[in-house]
């Protein structure tokens, strides 16, 4: 078939026919041309279907990398979207973490303060009983030491006695009548 039978064109005219629907027909004709010359000739027809495979090859390629295309820049988006959702959950779990670990602290220095105040009232008590029992102690062995000065004061009034017993009593060793014992006795008697 003649190259200029395939390759038609037609003079654009404004009454005419619809430029489409002629460039539409010659593809047609050109593809029933085109079939009948394969059918004439193996090499032809060889040379057809790899044509044929080759466009359909580079459809599908051009399809499959744009598939690929579409699949990665997906994946980019849910990536990107995953990471920044692992990111604001990091925010907020650290933000909780910081929280938490403020109020334990809060909490842990309430408590502290209010040990130290606990511990520092019972030192008190515990000083003020001591500081009684001190005072207490103090009065006490006062209280021994002045019945300890009655007790010497009165010793030695007794042992003032006693030596004013035996000087008269010395004193009377002459041997007394008995009207004169009997005196003395009753006097000694009498100044106990």
């Known amino acids: 078939m003649p190259d200029k039978l395939r390759d038609v064109s037609f003079p654009s005219a404004v009454r005419g026919y ?42 599908i390629l051009l399809r499959a990398r744009e598939t690929a295309d579409e699949i990665t820049a997906s994946a980019q988006v849910e990536a990107d979207e995953t990471t920044a959702r692992a990111r604001t959950e990091a925010e907020e779990i650290t933000a909780r973490a910081r929280s938490e670990a403020e109020e334990i602290q809060v909490r842990s220095r309430g408590e502290a303060a209010e040990r130290l105040q ?25 209280a021994v030491w002045q019945e300890r000065a009655e007790l010497v004061d009165e010793i030695s009034r007794l042992a003032g006695r006693l030596e004013k017993i035996a000087s008269d009593a010395t004193t009377r060793s002459t041997a007394p009548r008995e009207g004169e014992a009997n005196g003395a006795a009753e006097q000694e008697s009498e100044r106990r």
């Open 18 to 59: 619809d430029r489409h629907a002629v460039d539409t027909y010659v593809k047609e004709v050109n593809a029933v041309i085109a079939e009948l010359e394969v059918g004439r000739s193996p090499r032809a027809a060889v040379k057809h279907a790899l044509d044929r495979v080759g466009e359909q090859t580079s459809g």
């Open 118 to 142: 606990r511990v520092e009232a019972e030192a008190k008590a515990l000083q003020e009983d001591a500081d009684a029992k001190l005072r207490k102690l103090n009065e006490d062995i006062k």
